[in-house]
Nanobody
Framework: QVQLVESGGGLVQAGGSLRLSCAASGRTFSSYAMGWFRQAPGKEREFVAAISWRITSTAHANSVKGRFTISRDNAKNMVYLQMNSLKPEDTAVYYC??????????????????WGQGTQVTVST
């Protein structure tokens, strides 16, 4: 069982930065691939970034590549999403998720076993 709690969301101007954090409980956290997803009003939830449990590989959606960076600290049971050069279209509720995999990351929402409650990110013009 893994419980996830996101934090770090808020209101920021376009061009600004935010760092989202996801605190995970559970002794087996390091064996889970982790991901960030987001859902904007009136839209479906979409993939943002993912990281393997060995921290050897990451993936980022094309829409955030070069601006967002996912990272994790297995010793602290934490996952982070550094968001730079934010745009109004990045406005959404951001969710942290955990997936039991054989070692790599996964992009598919259906592959994730545990989800956090989400944190709101609002980017103003």
């Amino acid at each position: 069982q893994v419980q996830l709690v996101e934090s770090g969301g808020g209101l920021v101007q376009a061009g600004g930065s935010l760092r989202l954090s996801c605190a995970a409980s559970g002794r087996t956290f390091s064996s889970y691939a982790m991901g960030w997803f987001r859902q904007a009003p009136g839209k479906e939830r979409e993939f943002v970034a993912a990281i393997s449990w060995r921290i050897t590989s990451t993936a980022h959606a094309n829409s955030v590549k070069g601006r967002f960076t996912i990272s994790r600290d297995n010793a602290k049971n934490m996952v982070y999403l550094q968001m730079n050069s934010l745009k109004p279209e990045d406005t959404a509720v951001y969710y942290c998720a955990a997936a039991r995999t054989s070692g790599g990351y996964t992009l598919g929402q259906g592959n994730y076993d545990y989800w956090g409650q989400g944190t709101q990110v609002t980017v103003s013009t």
